[in-house]
């Protein structure tokens, strides 16, 4: 599976983006799908997650009630949007998919089999 983050920009605060991860070569259908972010000499950190089939949501108590993930239309369609955004909310992110995630370790990356490559989000205060 191939993963394309896309839809990261320049904000100010208090503003929001909507970030899409696309995949090819297979389907959501199977999959927990993931953002994690990371700042420069961080490890990256988790935000979200949604189990495709269920549609059940997982968020890091950072963006809970400011971020949401969802299916896309599509099967291979994932997005987050992401409203009120703080300057801190400025990282690189990553989307990611895994087959074989249960709760306890679906907020952590070791966890996730593929990778898109990283959009970049920053927010100025």
């Known amino acids: 599976v191939q993963l394309q983050a896309s839809g990261g920009g320049a904000v100010q605060a208090g503003g929001s983006l909507r970030l899409s991860c696309e995949a090819s070569?297979?389907?959501?259908?199977?999959?927990?799908v993931g953002w994690f972010r990371r700042v420069p000499g961080k490890e990256r950190d988790f935000v979200a997650a949604?189990?495709?089939?269920?549609?059940?949501?997982y968020y890091a108590d950072s963006v809970k009630g400011r971020f949401t993930i969802s299916r896309g239309n599509a099967r291979n369609t994932v997005t987050l949007q992401m409203n009120s955004l703080k300057p801190e909310d400025a990282a690189v992110y990553y989307c990611?998919?895994?087959?074989?995630?249960?709760?306890?370790?679906?907020?952590?990356?070791?966890?996730?089999?593929?990778w898109g490559q990283g959009t970049q989000v920053t927010v100025s205060s």
């Open positions: 070569g297979d389907t959501f259908s199977r999959y927990t």
């Open positions: 949604i189990r495709w089939s269920s549609m059940i949501t």
């Open positions: 990611s998919a895994g087959s074989s995630l249960i709760t306890s370790n679906l907020r952590q990356a070791a966890g996730y089999d593929y």
